[in-house]
């Protein structure tokens, strides 16, 4: 059987230091086949957080040669073994041990978004209705698995830490979400630019290109909210039209 | 947000372990870029040239004021400082529309201003603004450039009508025909077309702002129109620019001399 190298980050918050196992390795093995390989045969001790091993849970994120990936999406067949392959925990979240980080920080901020507030029921018995079209658009954004991946790779929080002033692209997808409901009758922009710090997403599409579920984060979620945020706070032609309404 | 102090590493400039060629892009669109504005720049500025035949280089379109049969409003005024070529009264607007794109914004951030070089690399500055502050909260302005590059197109679109009429040099008679520049010109406007009609400002503009858009028809077609435009931005963004270049070289070429234009019929 052959055999490969995985280059694994050993440590918790304190710090730590890449180690390497060699294991067997055979075809359809993913990453996360390999961990646990290792973990059952030469790391008892290495810690790795996974779920479903079917991409669902969103539990097993993780660095695979530097590129923020699940590990049990992650094919071998799609990595070069010739030399060893480093697998590392996410850089934007603290480290607990090993692979696993803390993520908690996403549950506080989620709960900091609006929720959602439907407008009076449509119907008498407290049923609403809405149409195929308009609900297509929102679709995409509840295939969100929260694995974390794009708040990992986005340059705002894994490079300047600005955890406190910038939700993060997973929030924005939630955000666009409840914001485009067709039912909601909630307002978030101001949120969006004063606390959440939409403006501070450069639109460099990372966040897009790491998603496992492939939601298209820059383009259907974050620029149709900044947009959203334009017509409200930074368009002249739009307050003064507003404004003329008003007076009217 | 909750104000809890992450601790976490800050990775130095270029630092990350991802072994693939993450420069070869960031690098490639550094060069495009620089190449085009480099161009762009002296041909501008050279105020000749623009124009043979029924052609008008799309780098002068529309021009105001200028000494070629295309000019607006007639011959350069002379308060006009002599190196202000035709090209210099109109060229601000689809410059700001492309450095305002949404496309080209997180293009040349990564490319020219590291931030970041590209994704999961270490960034080069500890501080950051982003779109957040002045000066690049003014990129939420794109809209109104999106308005002017609409009536851009209509002339450029104009143009590609007007390179379809030849005036005979001896009997001043003007005729139907179709030349290598017409072709050119076509080009040049229908992936100008294929860029702007994709532009995300457009897509909110025409049904993207709307939560019910069933509601209205007429913005649900024109929305998905301009969200299948939408999806290819980087490549009519790349194929319009470089096909805008083109353009002007070919023109210039045949004024020059250098090239005959080839008359198809
Ligand atoms: S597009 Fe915006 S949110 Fe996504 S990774 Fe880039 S800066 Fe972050
Ligand atoms: S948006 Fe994609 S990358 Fe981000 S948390 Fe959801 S599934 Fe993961
Ligand atoms: S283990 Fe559930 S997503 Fe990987
Ligand atoms: S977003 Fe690219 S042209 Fe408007």
């Known amino acids: 059987m052959a055999t490969a190298t995985f280059r694994i980050w050993r440590g918790n918050k304190e710090g730590g230091k890449f180690q390497d196992y060699t294991t067997e390795v055979s075809e359809g093995m993913v990453v996360l086949d390999a961990v646990l390989r290792i973990q059952a045969e030469k790391a008892n001790d290495l810690a790795v957080r996974w779920n479903c091993k079917a991409g669902k849970c969103g539990s097993c994120s993780a660095e695979i040669n530097g590129i923020p990936k699940l590990m049990c999406m992650t094919r071998l067949s799609e990595l070069s073994l010739d030399l060893p392959v480093i697998i590392e925990p996410m850089q934007s979240f603290p480290s607990i041990k090993d692979l696993v980080t803390d993520v908690s920080w996403n549950f506080e901020v989620k709960k900091k978004i609006k929720k959602f507030s439907p407008r009076k029921a449509d119907a008498s018995d407290g049923t609403w209705r809405m149409a195929q079209n308009d609900v297509n658009r929102v679709q995409e954004f509840r295939k969100c698995i929260e694995c974390f991946l794009c708040q990992n790779v986005c340059h705002v929080l894994r490079d300047h830490h600005l955890h406190n002033e910038f939700i993060g692209p997973r929030f924005f997808v939630y955000s666009a979400n409840l914001e485009m409901n067709p039912l909601d009758t909630q307002d978030r922009l101001e949120q969006l630019k004063d606390t959440q710090g939409i403006g501070y997403c450069n639109i460099t599409k990372c966040c897009t290109k790491v998603c496992p579920e492939s939601i298209t984060i820059t383009d259907n979620a974050i620029i149709p909210l900044k947009e959203r945020v334009a017509d409200e706070f930074y368009d002249p032609l739009k307050k003064l039209i507003r404004l003329f309404r008003k007076k009217k | ?265």
């Open chain 2, 1 to 265: 947000m909750s104000n809890t102090v992450i601790p976490l590493q800050r990775r130095k400039f270029a630092q990350t372990t991802r072994q693939d060629g993450w420069w070869i892009q960031p690098l490639a669109i550094f060069l495009g870029l620089s190449a085009f504005i480099v161009y762009a720049n002296w041909a501008a500025f050279q105020g000749e040239h623009y124009h043979w035949g029924p052609y008008l280089s799309p780098f002068y379109s529309p021009e105001l004021f200028g000494d070629s049969p295309h000019s607006m409003f007639g011959a350069r005024p002379s308060w006009l400082p002599a190196w202000v070529s035709p090209a210099l009264l109109i060229l601000w607007a689809p410059a700001g529309f492309r450095l305002t794109c949404y496309y080209y914004r997180g293009a040349y951030y990564k490319s020219f201003w590291g931030d970041p070089p590209a994704c999961a690399v270490g960034e080069l500055r500890n501080g950051y603004r982003g779109e957040n502050k002045l000066p690049l909260i003014m990129q939420n302005l794109h809209r109104y450039f999106l308005y002017l590059a609409l009536i851009f197109l209509l002339v450029l679109a104009y143009d590609a009508w007007k390179g379809m009429w030849f005036k005979d040099a001896v009997t001043g008679e003007v005729s139907f025909g179709v030349g290598i520049g017409t072709l050119v010109l076509i080009t040049n406007v229908c992936l100008l077309g294929g860029y702007t009609l994709g532009c995300h400002s457009l897509r909110h503009l025409v049904g993207g702002r709307l939560d019910e858009m069933s509601n209205s028809p007429v913005c649900q077609k024109a929305y998905s129109c301009v969200s299948c435009f939408n999806a290819r931005h980087m490549l009519f963004a790349w194929l319009s620019l470089v096909w805008v270049a083109f353009s002007d070289v070919y023109i210039r070429l045949c004024s020059m001399g250098v090239l005959s234009d080839w008359r198809l019929f």
